[in-house]
């Protein structure tokens, strides 16, 4: 070796550099108490709901036998989510939302209380269940907002991307772990233990909730009404970015959603045996991604990562419905999850980083609205073409159309794939309050 030569940089530095890029980035849990908290929070609940979210559907399987009977809570669970959705985030703008999370969350506590009691009966009956199921779809709506718009709140604003992530995580290895987790629960020990369980892990949830601090609403926030809902409506129509992260939302769900018709892409391939992995297959790949993403946190163009992710979900779809073998199939849906996890960061980082802070709980009533409709319809569009032109055929022509339909939104809305959180106005006012406000909303001990 020439003396003269400079030395190559050491290997381990190289290295630590390369696992922070592909690690979670914990800056959130190591700056902010009550993300700690929230995020603790949300894990343990998320893991409860999957209990109730199996054992449901199996107790009206078991009182009724019909499929129709137990598709039915789907249709009883829409429109409040929907309605209260959209009323939740006006109080989210207008209240503490630490108060408003609390409340929803004892509330949802106390209507799995009434499905354990309604299951403990000699003859459990089914109306309640419906009942339940309604009002706890409208408790959902009123929670969600003031939950999603929490964490801006409580996280310093360089922070957002890596807290999305940590919550994605949770959320990801729950989507795998917790439906077995229930089916296991639910066939051995019945569903009124699954109740019982998820009772407790509502208590849990409420024991870490109350320690966040009060999240008191801005100065001057709009009282709660029809009109300040409106207004958050024309606030997201104003802007064409957001309206292009809700289109690309809706449009990828609408297309490439095909959960439904996954038992008979199972039997089409002859692999029966494949139905679970086939539901794990998206939230293992999006999992992955949310173990590795660390490089997000260096993203500045948002909007375009978000049209990249969404082109790579439509055409992971269209690879799985093309493939003629199970493995390969499995593959797609992973990417096609790993894809959507990127679609969902890229999302979540651009409503928090540049919707104003009275605006946001409003915000978060539109942004459940576009996911909350998208996968519905989409199960009915993968449903009918199933039947029109086969299985897989409306596998691979929804991800083709998911495809021209995400590059069509990117056209007609240069805004999205102008989005740099660097430069961009909102973003930058967003930004300014959020910094002078963090000295109080977000301490670090």
Same mark, same amino acid.
């Given at each position: 070796?020439?003396?003269?030569? +400079? ?32 995020? &603790? ?16 559907p199996m107790q009206i399987k078991e009182l009724t036998g019909s499929s129709f009977a137990v598709g039915l809570i789907g249709a009883v669970e829409l ?6 959705? =959209? ?23 106390? =209507? ?7 299951? =403990?009966?000699?003859? +459990? ?25 929490? &964490? ?38 019945? @569903?009124? &233990? ?20 009060? @999240? ?13 809902? =409106? ?26 959603f095909p959960v439904a018709v996954f038992p008979f892409l199972a039997s089409d391939l002859g692999a029966d045996w494949a139905l679970g992995p086939m ?129 069509? @939104? ?14 961009? +106005? ?20």
């Open positions: 070796m020439n003396v003269d030569e +400079p030395p190559h940089p050491p290997v381990p530095g190289r290295a630590r550099k390369l696992v922070r890029s592909l690690t979670p980035d914990l800056s959130p849990w190591r700056s902010s108490r009550d993300f700690r908290y929230l995020w &603790t929070s949300g894990c343990v609940t998320s893991f409860g709901s999957f209990l109730t979210f199996i054992a449901v429109v409040p989510l929907i309605v209260f959705g =959209l009323w939740g985030g006006a109080l989210a703008d207008a209240l503490d939302r630490r108060k408003l999370v609390l409340r929803a969350e004892a509330a949802l506590g106390l =209507l799995a209380g009434l499905l354990l009691l309604n299951a =403990l009966l000699p003859h +459990p009956l089914l109306w309640p269940v419906y009942v339940v199921a309604a009002l706890a779809a409208a408790a959902d709506g009123l929670q969600r907002p003031a939950l999603d718009s929490l &964490t801006p709140r409580v996280v310093p604003h360089q922070h957002l991307a890596a807290a999305f992530a940590l919550k994605s995580l949770y959320h990801n290895v729950a989507s795998i772990a917790g439906p077995a987790l229930a089916g296991v629960v639910v066939a051995f020990a019945g @569903v009124q &233990t699954a109740y019982a369980l998820d009772i407790l892990t509502f208590a849990v949830s409420l024991l870490l909730l109350v320690r966040i601090r009060a @999240v008191p609403p801005p100065t001057g926030a709009e009282r709660p009404s029809v009109q300040a809902v =409106l207004n958050g409506v024309r606030y997201a129509w104003s802007r064409k970015d957001l309206l292009g992260t809700y289109a690309i939302d809706t449009c990828a769900m609408l297309f490439a539901y794990a297959a998206s939230a293992l790949g999006a999992l992955l991604v949310g173990a590795t993403s660390g490089w997000t946190s260096r993203v500045h163009r948002h909007g375009r990562l978000l049209v990249a992710a969404a082109v790579g979900w439509g055409g992971a779809m269209a690879f799985a419905g093309l493939s003629e073998h199970i493995w390969l199939v499995l593959l797609g849906l992973a990417l096609a999850g790993g894809a959507d996890e990127i679609s969902g960061l890229a999302r979540s980082t651009m409503w928090n980083q540049s919707i104003p802070d009275e605006l946001r709980g409003r915000m978060a009533g539109v942004e459940l609205l576009s996911y909350s409709v998208g996968p519905q319809l989409g199960q009915v569009r993968a449903g009918t073409m199933a039947g029109l032109i086969g299985v897989r055929a409306a596998v691979w022509t929804g991800g083709v159309a998911c495809v021209v339909a995400v590059v069509a @939104v990117a056209a007609a809305l240069p805004k999205l794939l102008a989005y740099d959180d660097r430069t961009d +106005p909102h973003a930058a006012a967003v930004r300014a309050a959020h910094e002078h406000a963090e000295p109080e909303a977000a301490p670090t001990t």
